[in-house]
C-alpha cells in the first residue's frame, strides 16, 4: 500500500510537470484518500494491539 | 511582492527536501528503518511540497491569479493537518514516561515530534502565503533556481518510492517495527 501511495505520488507530480490539472487534481485527491486510509488502518491495528 | 512569493514557495519545497534528505540520512546512515507512522508522515511532507510545487510548475506555463494561490495553498494546508494527525498519533503511542520512544532523538526531540513543528509551520507559512493573495493575475518568473528546486524536490519522491519498495516488498503493509528491507530478505 505504501508502494502504491508513493507511485500515486509519482504520477501526480508527473501530471503536474505536464500541466495536466484535472489529472492532477483527480490523483491528488486518490492519494489523500490512500494516505488516510492508511493511517486508518495503521491506527486500528494499534488499538487492537493495546486492547 | 512576486519574487517574494516565488522565493517563499522555493523555501516551502527546499525545507520539506532537506527533512526528507535527513530522514534518509537517519534511514540509510544510522540504519534506522521507518515504521509505518514515520512513512505516512514522508507522504504527508511531500503532499504538503506539493502545494507550492505546483504553484511554480503553473506559474511556468502562465500567469496565476489567486484562485491558483488559494488551491495550491489549500492542498498544502490540507496535508499538514493529516500529516500533524499522524505525528501526534505516534507521539501519543510513545507519550507514557517510562517509553524510550522510536529510534533516537534528534536535537532533544523524536522524529516524529519534529513532525508535528514541521506541519504547524507548514500551516503557519500557508497561512501566510494565502493573506498575501494578488488581486489580478500576474505572471511569476520562474527562473533555474526553482526548477533545480523542483528537480531535486522530483528526485527526493523518486528515491523515496524506490527505498519504500525495498522495505515493503511484495507486501501490503510496512511491519509496525522493520528490521530488514522485505525486498531483498523476505520471501513474498
Known amino acids: 500500500m505504501d508502494t502504491i501511495i508513493f507511485i500515486l505520488l509519482c504520477s501526480c507530480f508527473v501530471a503536474m510537470w505536464r500541466g ?7 490523483l491528488l485527491v486518490l492519494t489523500f484518500v490512500a494516505v488516510i486510509l492508511l493511517f486508518n488502518h495503521h491506527a486500528t491495528d494499534a488499538l487492537e494491539i493495546s486492547l | ?13 527546499l525545507a520539506i527536501t532537506g527533512v526528507l534528505i535527513a530522514a534518509f540520512g537517519v534511514q540509510f546512515g544510522a540504519g534506522e528503518l521507518p515504521c509505518p507512522l514515520c512513512m505516512l508522515q514522508r507522504m504527508g511532507m511531500i503532499l504538503a ?13 502562465g500567469p496565476i491569479d489567486a484562485r491558483d494561490y488559494a488551491q495550491c495553498y489549500g492542498i498544502s494546508v490540507l496535508a499538514a493537518i493529516v500529516g500533524g494527525a499522524v505525528s501526534v498519533r505516534q507521539t501519543l503511542l510513545h507519550i507514557a514516561p517510562s517509553d524510550p520512544g522510536f529510534g533516537e532523538p534528534v536535537m532533544g526531540l523524536h522524529l516524529y515530534t519534529w513532525g508535528i513543528v514541521i506541519f504547524a509551520t507548514v500551516c ?7 493573506l498575501m493573495l494578488p488581486k489580478n493575475s500576474e505572471r511569476l518568473h520562474i527562473g533555474v533556481r526553482a526548477k533545480c528546486v523542483l528537480f531535486l524536490f522530483a528526485a527526493v519522491i523518486t528515491v523515496n518510492t524506490v527505498a519504500v519498495f525495498a522495505l515493503e516488498g511484495f507486501h501490503w503493509v510496512i511491519p509496525d517495527d522493520p528490521t530488514s528491507y522485505r525486498l531483498f530478505g523476505d520471501a513474498p
Open chain 2, 49 to 61: 511540497a506539493f502545494g507550492p510545487a505546483w504553484l511554480l510548475l503553473r506559474a511556468m506555463r
Open chain 2, 1 to 13: 511582492m512576486r519574487s517574494l512569493r516565488v522565493n517563499l514557495a522555493q523555501f516551502c519545497i
Open chain 1, 20 to 26: 495536466r490539472r484535472k489529472a492532477a487534481g483527480l
Open chain 2, 124 to 130: 503557519i507559512v500557508s497561512g501566510i502565503q494565502l
